[in-house]
């Protein structure tokens, strides 16, 4: 069973920017990956996915354009790289796994189904 941890988190005034990190205790290399987050008093969201194969992308419209989603097979580690973050980013943010090597578009909850424990990213205004 892969476990994914999370870190990077923390808190940042808006307009600046933060790198998380997910990294897998196991090989993650044939599966598509996906970052969320949930806002207080919020469903979790789907921000960003990324393929196994062919690096293909999908992201929400409400990151599109600020945040980017990569991975290093090598490190079974996978990147979000978030630029001009917003009040409204604030959340914890979750990595997550998908059984197959193929997205289809921006990250739903339920087709994900291993998840790391998260990592709160507080932006201030």
């Known amino acids: 069973q892969v476990q994914l941890v999370e870190s990077g988190g923390g808190s940042v005034q808006a307009g600046g920017s933060l790198r998380l990190s997910c990294v897998a205790s196991g090989s993650t290399y044939s599966r598509c990956m996906g970052w969320f987050r949930q806002a207080p008093g919020k469903e979790r969201e789907g921000l960003a996915a990324?393929?196994?194969?062919?690096?293909?992308?999908y992201y929400a419209d409400s990151v599109k354009g600020r945040f980017t989603i990569s991975r290093d097979n090598a490190k079974n580690t996978v990147y979000l790289q978030m630029n001009s973050l917003k009040p409204e980013d604030t959340g914890t943010y979750y990595c997550a796994a998908r059984g197959e090597r193929y997205c289809f578009s921006a990250p739903v909850v339920n087709e994900y189904n291993t998840w790391g424990q998260g990592t709160q990213v507080t932006v201030s205004s």
């Open positions: 990324m393929t196994a194969v062919g690096g293909f992308t």
